[in-house]
T-cell receptor, first 114, second 115 residues
Framework: DAKTTQPPSMDCAEGRAANLPCNHSTISGNEYVYWYRQIHSQGPQYIIHGLKNNETNEMASLIITEDRKSSTLILPHATLRDTAVYYCIVRLLNYGGSQGNLIFGKGTKLSVKP | ETGVTQTPRHLVMGMTNKKSLKCEQHLGHNAMYWYKQSAKKPLELMFVYNFKEQTENNSVPSRFSPECPNSSHLFLHLHTLQPEDSALYLC??????????????FGPGTRLTVL
């Protein structure tokens, strides 16, 4: 089972920031937070991951709380093409067999509206 | 384009047919995966291959038979499927090292319908 909890759906106005929350209260010290998204009828796409520091790349920013029990994915200027299901996944990074597998939950369906 | 291709993109088959799904990755990765995504259900990991060796089989029925002839190609052979096997089948690849896991790159999937 997925170790994360996300709202099932969210709306965001085009051009505004989209903030997608994720709870992972049982995360352990050597587990990372990963974010993927899946645009309709396509394969999932990697967005970003982090351990405890905030991370930023060309797609998004990841803010992880100090206690690491929750995080927020931020799309700074959402476009219509960002409409997708966003998955927050807790994943062991150290090589150790199946514990590194991606376990997908139901994710958050983000709808960006004009 | 993610560097992972899948063929065919759509497949309709009867329960008595035998068919194969093909996945090819052009990224030089050493691990490949099959996932199943049924309607309104989360993605489910089916099989994992590392360096052409199967390292995981998540209790998948024997009517699904994977094959990994080399690190760039992965097949999923299908026979005597059931209508409930209709789903989107996704292939992914990644570069796994002793330093840890890396992100997986997914193909576009094969939409399978079993009649």
């Amino acid at each position: 089972d997925a170790k994360t909890t996300q709202p099932p759906s969210m709306d965001c106005a085009e051009g505004r920031a989209a903030n997608l929350p994720c709870n992972h209260s049982t995360i352990s010290g050597n587990e990372y937070v990963y974010w993927y998204r899946q645009i309709h009828s396509q394969g999932p796409q990697y967005i970003i991951h982090g351990l405890k520091n905030n991370e930023t790349n060309e797609m998004a920013s990841l803010i992880i709380t100090e206690d690491r029990k929750s995080s927020t994915l931020i799309l700074p200027h959402a476009t219509l093409r960002d409409t997708a299901v966003y998955y927050c996944i807790v994943r062991l990074l150290n090589y150790g067999g199946s514990q590194g597998n991606l376990i997908f939950g139901k994710g958050t369906k983000l709808s960006v509206k004009p | 384009e993610t560097g992972v291709t899948q063929t065919p993109r759509h497949l309709v088959m009867g329960m008595t047919n035998k068919k194969s799904l093909k996945c090819e990755q052009h990224l030089g990765h050493n691990a490949m995966y099959w996932y199943k995504q049924s309607a309104k259900k989360p993605l489910e990991l089916m099989f994992v291959y590392n360096f052409k060796e199967q390292t995981e089989n998540n209790s998948v029925p024997s009517r699904f038979s994977p094959e990994c002839p080399n690190s760039s190609h992965l097949f999923l052979h299908l026979h005597t499927l059931q209508p409930e096997d209709s789903a989107l089948y996704l292939c992914a690849s990644s570069q796994e090292t002793s330093g840890g896991y890396n992100e997986q790159f997914f193909g576009p999937g094969t939409r399978l319908t079993v009649l």
